[in-house]
């Protein structure tokens, strides 16, 4: 999904109606996730800029999810921009299928164009059971998350991943806007490139740091959002664009080795769908449909 930038109820009419045009294959579906900020747009350029998108418990965002979880009869993850309190944080709201938001995980290592607005969650979370879903207990991280922290941290450490593995994560929820450039990046890095080198490039970045899980009983499940966003949003003086990776998957990373078989088979014949959900959930006796991503 490409949102427009501050066109939270356009973005919200058009998710529903991309639903909407799908809701004869989305029977029994278990899980629906949504890319990080997908509602808003993702970046901004200071608290004053965002203010009128942070989103309290009867936000616009809040509210489609409580509507299409009930719709749809499963477990809605979706990101968004959120105000507590005080604070201002970058989310992920968990709804169950029953309309009512079970969970809010806060984004713990903030990328740079998160530092212009967001404050850092308390740390990461894995829950035993989220009501709906048959697999636990439950991972959640977005984006930057999966990163060593301010890409200070040293790289063997593994955070995130070690988190989960350390709390028994069986299901990852990952919901996303990974880009392709840092804003400070030199302009000739932002380039474009082939939809084909895009992807495997951002899921060889996703499976490196996801090293401790190898081998475990783990189904990661992204949500990436696709499309540009203009940097001057975030208050540069440029004319440049970043471009987001898309690349949404759903991996067992049990079997990790076999997703990137099949993807670099995918990618050498230019075929974009990576992973067939239906085999993937039949090698993960999850039960086919049981999860969806738009």
Known sequence: MNPLHNQVERNCEHALNMLKKKEHQLKGVHLLVLPEMIMTGYHWRDADHIQPVLEAAQGQTHKWCKSVAKMLSCVVCCGVPRRKGRKRLNSMIVTSPRGKVVEAVDKVHLYESDKTWAEPGDGFKSVETVEGLPVSPVGFG?????????????AEKFEFANFHLQHNSKLLVFTSAWCKNHPDDKPEAFAEKSDVE?????????????????????????????????????????????????????????????????????????????????????VLEVPEGGVILP
């Open 198 to 282: 895009l992807s495997q490039e951002t899921i060889d970045a996703w499976l490196n740091r996801l090293r401790p899980l190898h081998g475990k009983r783990v189904i990661f499940v992204c949500a990436n959002r696709v499309g540009k966003e203009e940097l001057r949003l975030l208050g540069r003086d440029t004319d440049l664009c970043n471009q987001f990776c898309g690349t949404s998957c759903v991996i067992s990373l049990e079997f990790w080795h076999l997703f990137v078989l099949m993807a670099a088979v995918c990618w050498l014949q230019g075929c974009r769908a990576m992973t067939e959900i239906s085999m993937l959930c039949e």
């Open 142 to 154: 977005i984006c930057m998350d999966i990163n060593p922290a301010d890409f200070k941290a040293p």
